[in-house]
């Protein structure tokens, strides 16, 4: 498995500020910042 270098600029989606804004928990995917889940939880989306 490859891990995210700390200098590497990781490119976002056009959702990534909803995203943000739903309170997103982002981490590194495949060169891009990912959402994983959200504040309000599975039940919740």
């Known amino acids: ?3 995210p270098r700390f200098d590497e ?3 976002t989606t ?3 500020a909803f995203q943000m804004e739903l ?3 982002m981490v590194p ?3 891009y ?3 994983v889940n959200f ?3 599975v ?3």
């Open 39 to 41: 504040r309000l939880g």
């Open 43 to 45: 039940l919740g989306e």
């Open 9 to 11: 600029v990781l490119k």
């Open 29 to 31: 995917f495949a060169g």
């Open 23 to 25: 309170g997103a928990k």
């Open 33 to 35: 910042e990912m959402a």
């Open 14 to 16: 056009p959702l990534h």
């Open 1 to 3: 498995m490859n891990n």
